[in-house]
């Protein structure tokens, strides 16, 4: 969800990475395997480099506005308090009734990802060079029908 980070009192870097920057986060589910965005192991993590961080510092008083889907690290600098407002701006039937905070993925997304897994399953049948073949086809079908022509 959209999110206003408050901050009360004290002072906070934050560092956000565009959704369009995914591939070199190295996602495990909603989080990066990445923890020290200061520092990153790039040995193990050889991508990180090519995504571009925002940074800013927020001291009391500060908003910032931290968009859906943007990928965030927050360090506190020194003592503080910060209040985040989150607020769902998507049809209600897009989000999951259980999720109160808004950590879910939106329903549709979380079924594409379950179908996405049957279909691997499915893949895992097949030989090596076979699956591989048909995997590689899968995913230009994927970029021709669902990404967007916008962020190009």
């Known amino acids: ?15 956000l990475f565009s959704p369009r920057d995914a591939q070199y986060l ?3 589910g909603t989080k990066s395997e990445v923890l020290n965005v200061d520092n990153p192991d790039l040995a193990k993590y050889p ?42 701006h998507l049809p209600s039937e897009c989000y999951d009734k ?11 997304a979380s079924r594409a990802a379950q179908i996405l ?7 895992a049948e097949l030989p090596e060079e076979y699956r591989d073949f048909y995997a590689r086809r899968m995913v230009l079908h994927i970029e021709d029908k669902a990404y967007s022509k916008n962020f190009e």
């Open 1 to 15: 969800m959209d999110n206003f980070l408050i901050q009360v009192t004290g002072k906070k870097r934050v560092v």
């Open 26 to 28: 190295y996602l495990s």
């Open 47 to 88: 991508l990180f480099s090519k995504a571009r961080r925002y940074e800013c510092s927020l001291k009391a008083g500060d908003v910032l506005f931290i968009p859906a889907l943007w990928f965030h690290n927050v360090v506190s600098e020194e003592f503080g308090v910060g209040v985040n407002v989150f607020w769902k």
């Open 98 to 108: 259980t999720d109160t905070y808004g950590n879910k993925d939106p329903t549709a």
């Open 117 to 123: 897994d049957r279909a691997l399953k499915t893949l």
